[in-house]
């Protein structure tokens, strides 16, 4: 019949019955009809009662209804293998679909840059589809490679004595900030397509002007490769990007550079780099006549504490980090009038990392806090240590071509992922920065052998996510593939699991409070749960396949190491986070946050104040607060812009 979904089951869901059809539609329908259903009576429900009986009191009720019904319709993908919005990667898309981008395919990894976790003899390297944003660039930012190769235009320019004649210089240079977008979807869900739900970031980010182009990657699922594929597809893109479009040549030592005329104009880069030029989150503040809402921070430490249901805390919160970064309160609005400064002030975003206060746009209140707070050496270290990647060798200059990794949610592992890959094989130049919105860091605790799995995320009332044990636990063994369970330690997979960061940063200054790693039985799983099932009879059945033996040691385990000898996160690009006070992953952020700040790594956390996941992404939410996350964005990036 033509209700039924004729996407085949995959193969980690062919022992669930409500995968197959047509138990899989009848599933699905009712869970849809009985949450649409429900949605009077929440809306009832919550328009009678005080606010502080809402989930967060600052919730209107289109809030509450968008996070409850996300949650419930998000079961029938852990129950009935459905998936949102995806692509086949191997397929390119009807050209007739496309109206903000242009699709282009990658070539995968060559030989000599098929090194470290990319080079996997399970796991082919395949080529690998771009979404391009914009879909016409302008004649200004066109890539290298776009229209004669890197040598034509290099001669061309020695051999050209009108060097005056600027539209022609304009015309041939690289763009000055490209990303590398990379989706989320908890590598099971969505597509680089425009047309997918997660493609708000990228246009957003190219409407606003910040990018001259991002590149969407179309990297393989779990349904279709298992670990290191996605690493393996944003690496080609990476590696292609860097050499065929930017020119980077291979040196002697085996290593690729960047040429160095791989800069912009500087006459162009005068007219296209205004200072005072607005983004487009402020022109509408100031339209408004009010800027953005804060981002705040939580004020309360049992904020920061996940709680059970039964309201006893189900573990301890992390310790203060090493490093003395304080939350500063900031104001990003450029207006001049006193009165309306007051007025605007009075709510302000709310950042913490070492590289809270941004460089642009302090207002007087915070330099008074840091004159009185004796903190003014600690604000934005810029950590100098060996590198594998000579930096000497890295193409100087203000306006530079510059590249920044920008991931959401599953995404953001992929982009930590990705600049781990870079810095520990140290073949190409490192990226610029990475963009990090509610990234996912820590998928260990999804399976019944890690201990952390055992203590439940915080926030379970105000997101979306689930913590059903069942589903997860299998995604997470199909994602692993052929690697033993183990593996899930990689720092390429959970950098910011408490093991890892445990094993590389030992048991003092912020990591006494982690739990103890206790002796694991073969296949147990000994946690409770609020929602779902609970006899993990998928787990049994894992086990059953693979065998689990003793628990390694924390200085076992042969996958919690560097192979590059270095820390955990030194060398990485500095990093701006997002991240909601209310959602599920603010435990394993923090801890990501204060991993990065102890290995010197330049780290702003930008808060969203009783905001869920991923909250860029959503169709609708409070347009305040998203307004105040895309002002620090804009701020942050024009920061890397102006960074020599």
């Avoid at 009191?57 to 996300?70: A, E, L, N, R």
Wanted: with cysteine.
């Amino acid at each position: 019949m033509g209700m039924y979904d004729k996407t085949p089951v995959y193969e980690h869901f062919e022992d669930h019955f409500w995968a197959h059809e047509p138990w899989k539609t009848l599933y699905v329908l009712q869970r849809v009809l009985v949450t649409m259903l429900l949605v009077p009576g929440w809306v009832l429900y919550y328009g009678i009662m005080p606010r502080r009986y809402r989930p967060r009191p600052s919730w209107s009720i289109k809030q509450i209804i968008i996070v409850k019904f996300m949650k419930r319709v998000s079961r029938v993908v852990e129950v009935a293998g459905v998936t949102w919005g995806t692509h086949d990667p191997t397929v390119a898309p009807d050209p007739k679909s496309l109206k903000e981008t242009r699709f282009e395919w990658v070539p995968e990894l060559t030989g000599d840059l098929r090194t470290g976790i990319v080079d996997d003899p399970h796991v082919e390297c395949k080529p690998v589809g771009t979404y391009i944003w914009p879909k016409e660039p302008k004649a200004s930012t066109r890539m290298r490679g776009n229209t004669k190769s890197v040598r034509e235009k290099q001669s061309t320019a020695q051999a050209r004595p009108d060097a005056a004649d600027l539209e022609n210089d304009a015309a041939d240079a690289p763009p000055r900030l490209v990303g590398i977008y990379l989706h989320g979807g908890g590598y099971c869900h969505y597509s680089a397509h425009e047309s997918s739900g997660t493609s708000r970031v990228p246009r957003r980010l190219v409407e606003d002007g910040l990018f001259q182009e991002i590149h969407s990657v179309e990297y393989r699922l779990l349904q279709h490769a298992p670990v290191p594929a996605a690493i393996q597809d944003a690496a080609a893109v990476y590696a292609n990007l860097v050499i065929n479009e930017l020119g980077a040549k291979k040196g002697p030592d085996g290593r690729y550079y960047l040429p160095e005329t791989n800069c912009v104009p500087h006459s162009e880069a005068q007219v296209v780099n205004l200072p005072e030029s607005l983004t487009r989150a402020e022109a509408r503040a100031q339209k408004l006549g009010e800027r953005p809402d804060p981002v705040p921070l939580p004020t309360h430490q049992e904020e920061m504490t996940s709680t059970s249901p039964g309201g006893m805390a189900s573990g301890p919160p992390l310790a203060k980090t090493a490093s003395k970064s304080k939350r500063h309160s900031l104001s990003l609005s450029r207006t001049k009038s006193p009165e309306k400064r007051h007025s605007i002030d009075s709510v302000q975003p709310m950042f913490s990392g070492n590289d809270a206060i941004p460089t642009i746009h302090i207002d007087a209140a915070s330099e008074d806090h840091l004159a009185s707070s004796g903190d003014s050496t600690t604000l934005a270290p810029r950590s100098t240590p060996g590198t594998p990647y000579p930096e000497d060798r890295l193409p100087r200059g203000r306006h530079r071509t510059k590249i920044i990794l920008i991931g959401d949610s599953s995404g953001g592992n992929l982009a930590l992922a990705l600049a781990r890959w870079v810095r520990d094989e140290g073949l190409l130049p490192p990226p610029d920065g990475m963009l990090l919105l509610s990234p996912s860091c820590d998928p260990s605790h999804t399976l019944p052998q890690v201990p952390a799995s055992r203590r439940p995320r915080p926030h379970e009332n105000t997101d979306y996510l689930l913590d059903t044990p069942e589903p997860r636990a299998l995604l997470q063994r199909t994602f692993l593939g052929h690697h033993p369970p183990e593996f899930v330690y990689s720092p390429y997979i959970s950098p910011s699991s408490e093991w890892v960061l445990s094993v590389f940063h030992g048991t003092e200054a912020g990591m006494e409070d982690l739990e103890t790693i206790p002796a694991i039985r073969n296949g147990e799983d000994t946690r409770t749960y609020t929602e779902g099932p609970g006899d993990c009879a998928a787990c049994d059945h894992l086990a059953a396949q693979r065998p689990i033996g003793p628990a390694r040691t924390m200085s076992s385990n042969p996958y919690i190491a560097d192979p590059s000898g270095q820390g955990l996160f030194t060398n990485f690009p500095r990093a701006l986070i997002t991240v909601g006070d209310a959602e599920r992953l603010e435990r394993e952020v923090l801890a990501l946050e204060r991993g990065m700040e102890r290995d010197g790594v330049r780290v702003r956390m930008v808060w969203a104040k009783d905001g869920c996941h991923d909250l860029l992404i959503l169709a609708s939410w409070d347009e305040k607060v998203r307004e105040g996350i895309w002002v620090a964005i804009h701020e942050w990036v024009r920061e890397i812009e102006n960074d020599p």
